[in-house]
């Protein structure tokens, strides 16, 4: 396993040394680990060259607002697939799984022009809405880990007068905190490394998330200033590093605990 992680972890440390050293060590023959001397100012250079820190309010609140979004649609959602009672439930539960299938590629067209015609391009509003509207994926997850909560006590809040919102609100959301973190890491880590979609709809620079805005500089001056985009690039990595060792714990409890019930 020491040797697995040696072969991941190899391009993220040659990331983290190429961002300390000058040009001249860059483009040295051989290969230099530890650079030497240190350059620490490539760090503070890398925000003239980009600019991050409105890349990064940017990608913060795309980020943290579409994990709002995935926690309520697809919370109800499952809810709705594993504990009501109506008719043609499994069949919708199937369409649902079947819309995994898709491409994004296939629907991005379509997408394109409902918000065109909506008036939304070149705002967030394509970056945040659809996930006000429910992922497969995401409902799948919490459908299984809600089927591994006991029905008794379902049936005993609603012998004690609960309505379905308190039981889903009091019971299955704080029993299932383990599946709703996945749920989160897993939107957070999309969010915030998805260059696709802000390439497609976002126009103004003011409104580049971080992965717009590292590859408008890798296109501008990526064949030159290598030691400026790997220091920009650290520090994009930085928080999703430091997200994972809080949660890994939380995180490593959801995958086991879910899709364990068919």
Not at 41 to 68: M, Q, R
Not at 88 to 110: C, D, G, H, Q, S
Not at 150 to 157: R, S
Not at 242 to 254: D, E, L, M, S, Y
Request: charged share 10%; aromatic share 18%.
């Amino acid at each position: 396993m020491i040797l697995f992680s040696l072969a991941f972890l190899t391009p993220v440390l040659w990331m983290i040394s190429t961002s300390l050293k000058t040009s001249e060590q860059i483009f040295s023959s051989g290969i230099n680990w530890i650079p030497n001397p240190i350059a620490f100012e490539n760090y503070t250079n890398a925000f003239n060259f980009v600019n991050l820190i409105s890349a990064f309010k940017n990608t913060l609140f795309l980020s943290v607002i579409n994990v709002v979004g995935v926690l309520i649609s697809c919370s109800l959602a499952a809810y709705a697939f594993s504990v009501l009672r109506w008719k043609y439930r499994e069949f919708f539960f199937y369409i649902t799984l079947a819309t995994m299938m898709l491409p994004e590629m296939v629907t991005l067209v379509p997408q394109f022009v409902l918000f065109q015609k909506l008036g939304w391009y070149g705002t967030f509003l394509p970056l945040i809405a659809p996930y006000f509207c429910g992922n497969a994926f995401y409902i799948f997850l919490l459908r299984q880990f809600f089927l591994t909560i006991p029905k008794e006590l379902h049936e005993a809040a609603s012998i004690d007068g609960c309505s379905e919102f308190d039981i889903f609100k009091n019971i299955y959301l704080k029993l299932s905190v383990p599946a709703l973190s996945v749920v989160s890491l897993f939107q957070f880590l999309f969010t915030w490394n998805d260059l696709m979609k802000p390439s497609v709809y976002l126009i103004d620079q003011n409104q580049y998330t971080l992965s717009l805005a590292l590859q408008q500089f890798k296109a501008q001056h990526g064949g030159t200033e290598w030691a400026l985009l790997m220091a920009a690039t650290t520090i994009t990595v930085i928080p999703i590093i430091i997200i994972f060792f809080f949660a890994q714990k939380t995180f490593v409890q959801g995958i086991a605990m879910t899709g364990i019930k068919e």
